[in-house]
């Protein structure tokens, strides 16, 4: 699997340039699969925000009548077989 030194230099340029964020990224491996979940959050507000924005994503991504994960599986199948 690839390093995540990029994934850390972006989150220290986030905090250096006082933005708060969740950075959640996913490495898949042939055996085994890890994530790395970064984090600056220092307000209420900011914590709120984020919080919101979490559930928007994950509510469209994990939805089968949505185009979030469910359809980009769905194209990448049909992708292949025409190839």
Do not use: C, W
């Amino acid at each position: 699997m690839a390093t995540n030194d990029f994934i850390y230099d972006l989150a220290k340029r986030l905090e250096e340039d006082n933005i708060e964020f969740l950075l959640i990224t996913v490495q898949k491996g042939k055996e085994d699969h890890n994530s790395t979940a970064l984090y600056n959050i220092q307000t209420i507000d900011g914590s709120d925000i984020i919080y919101t924005t979490f559930e928007e994503v994950y509510n469209v991504v994990g939805s089968p009548d949505t185009e979030g994960i469910y359809g980009a599986d769905e194209e990448e199948d049909d992708d292949d077989e025409e190839n």
